[in-house]
Nanobody
Framework: QVQVMESGGGLVQPGGSLRLSCAASGSIGNMWAMAWHRQAPGKQRELVAS???????NYADAVKGRFTISRDFAKNAVYLQMNSLKPEDTAVYYCVAEVSPGMGQVPYDYWGQGTQVTVSS
């Protein structure tokens, strides 16, 4: 009973920018980490960026300095600002929300449906 909804994907030229948005809703007793993963054609899914709590961020080396993850904790939302995009950033991007249905319960990772990001001229 937790829904994860993404938006913001699309086609962009190399060097351009996109901002991905994601919000979780439903039976959220407690939100823990939120993160973005991506999967490019012919490659395994990889962690792009995560924000486990306020003030803490983690980035894949390939996106450091170009991507910025942020959260709105009150809205159970996470964002990914992607700048200086490269063709190799082309992938399906997935939002992940680590949620406990109720306080004190074991958290579970809920995944969004994925949104396509294509970087091409």
């Amino acid at each position: 009973q937790v829904q994860v909804m993404e938006s913001g994907g699309g086609l962009v030229q190399p060097g351009g920018s996109l901002r991905l948005s994601c919000a979780a809703s439903g039976s959220i007793g407690n939100m823990w980490a939120m993160a973005w993963h991506r999967q490019a054609p012919g490659k395994q899914r990889e962690l792009v960026a995560s924000m486990p709590t306020v003030g803490r961020t983690n980035y894949a080396d390939a996106v450091k300095g170009r991507f910025t993850i942020s959260r709105d904790f009150a809205k159970n939302a996470v964002y990914l600002q992607m700048n200086s995009l490269k063709p190799e950033d082309t992938a399906v991007y997935y939002c992940v929300a680590e949620v406990s249905p109720g306080m004190g319960q074991v958290p579970y990772d809920y995944w969004g449906q994925g949104t396509q990001v294509t970087v091409s001229s």
